[in-house]
Antibody, heavy 120, light 110 residues
């Protein structure tokens, strides 16, 4: 059974940092891109970042560029999202999702999400 | 404002057929395949349709996808109450060099 499990969410003050983790199992991790998608309360989905399998190419949305970094550990089948200089507008449920193949936008499997709240 | 444009809402009665549109441009839908996601209330999104018109595993054949030029559509026939959800389209954008979502459509079953 394919599983993606996010952890690390919580309450943080503006300007603070948080590290989200996505632990995966049940599929061949190395070749597949892993994505972070967020959803602010009552809003739609927003692509935050992804890291490709194999090449480790990374993408970041303009809204988080320079503040978020992503890393993957192929030995542990996990991906981390380091979030620095957090802002109120980063408040959202963060989902990790695996791309199904060459098409990054085809997110075949999703985690249950972890809530990040940025507030003083 | 989302790169891909979806109507914010749609509705239908049980048994009806409804369609949800997703409008883009040549750099995204015009060049790349479209995927659709269903998000039931309080749950994570789920892949519904991939590569324009292929149903993901376990998705009933009441759901279908199509694409023409720079627009895509999701059709749901024989509407059921459990179809009430938010629906999102997504694709790659060559100009932005990244993946993009539509703004989402909230489907209400009356």
């Amino acid at each position: 059974e394919v599983q993606l499990v996010e952890s690390g969410g919580g309450l943080v003050k503006p300007g603070g940092s948080l590290r989200l983790s996505c632990a995966t199992s049940g599929f061949s991790f190395s070749p597949h891109a892993i994505n972070w998608v967020r959803q602010a309360p009552g809003k739609g989905l927003e692509w935050v970042a992804f890291v490709r399998g194999g090449s480790n190419y990374m993408f970041f949305a303009d809204s988080v560029k320079g503040r978020f970094t992503i890393s993957r550990d192929n030995a542990e089948n996990s991906v981390n999202l380091q979030m620095d200089t957090l802002r109120a507008e980063d408040t959202a449920v963060y989902y990790c999702a695996s791309s199904g193949g060459v098409d990054i936008s085809m997110l075949a499997y999703w985690g249950q999400g972890t809530l990040v709240t940025v507030s003083s | 404002q989302s790169v891909l444009t979806q109507p914010p809402s749609a509705s239908g009665t049980p048994g009806q057929r409804v369609t949800i549109s997703c409008s883009g441009r040549s750099s995204n839908i015009g060049t790349n395949t479209v995927n659709w996601y269903q998000q039931l209330p309080g749950t994570a999104p789920k892949l519904l349709i991939y590569a324009d018109n292929h149903r993901a595993s376990g998705v009933p054949d009441r759901f279908s996808g199509s694409k023409s030029d720079t627009s895509a559509s999701l059709a749901i026939s024989g509407l059921q109450s459990e179809d009430e959800a938010d629906y999102y389209c997504a694709t790659w954008d060559d100009r932005l060099n990244g993946p993009v979502f539509g703004g989402g459509t909230k489907l209400t079953v009356l």
